[in-house]
């Protein structure tokens, strides 16, 4: 039955959605940072339409994109609603406060990017983890061996639990937070105090 929130017809223009998102936003780019000069707009145009082109007729590329395309609207979705509130409770020095409380501008701007790498980072691994483990996304071995299923094992032979395994496992657990215990040591350290 069709209903007006139907939206399954859109998913076939997801390669059109894809082509113009990359054009713009490599087109923006080009222009802003003047990498083929101050004003050669139909070099930039032609520079981004290849590349959207490329992206959005290659598979593995347009798939990680279609995998982090949400997450990042989550991501500015999220960031547009926490300037929304910090200026409700704060007025005009809202954006102010959010950015000290970040650490400062240039310093939320490395919290954005690192979130950015990340979202990259997992949209790799579910794309291409799969093909790069031993025995695929399959629950049995090519070599004839089993396969062991006990919780906590990163031999099952499925991608994504062995690297949920992982992570969880109490060594990775314990390393990142030793590494997050000396990363607030070293910043404790380094800041100055003023004397009083």
């Known amino acids: 039955m069709a209903t007006p929130l139907d939206m399954s017809l859109l998913e076939h223009f997801s390669g059109l959605f894809l082509f113009i998102m990359i054009f713009a936003i490599t087109y923006a780019v080009l222009g802003l940072t003047k990498v083929l000069g101050a004003e050669n707009k139909g070099i930039n145009a032609i520079v981004a339409f290849c590349f959207a082109l490329f992206m959005a007729l290659a598979s593995k590329p347009s798939q990680i994109v279609q995998g982090m395309v949400p997450w ?3 991501m500015m979705i999220v960031i547009m609603f926490m300037l929304l509130a910090m ?5 005009d020095k ?4 959010l950015f000290k409380v970040l650490g400062g501008s240039a310093s939320a701007g490395w919290w954005i990017f690192i979130t950015i790498i990340g979202i990259l980072l997992v949209s790799l691994g579910s794309v291409i983890g799969p093909e790069v483990t031993p025995g695929g996304n399959t629950n049995s071995t090519t070599t004839g061996g089993s396969v062991d299923s006990s919780p906590g094992s990163t031999q099952t032979g499925n991608w994504q639990s062995n690297v949920l395994n992982t992570i969880y496992h109490p060594k990775v657990l314990g390393a990142v ?4 215990i000396m990363l607030m040591a070293i910043k404790m350290l380094s800041t100055v105090s003023a004397p009083k």
Do not use: A
């Open 94 to 97: 809202g954006d102010e406060t």
């Open 72 to 74: 990042i609207g989550l």
């Open 177 to 180: 937070l030793v590494l997050f």
């Open 87 to 91: 200026r409700f409770m704060f007025g």
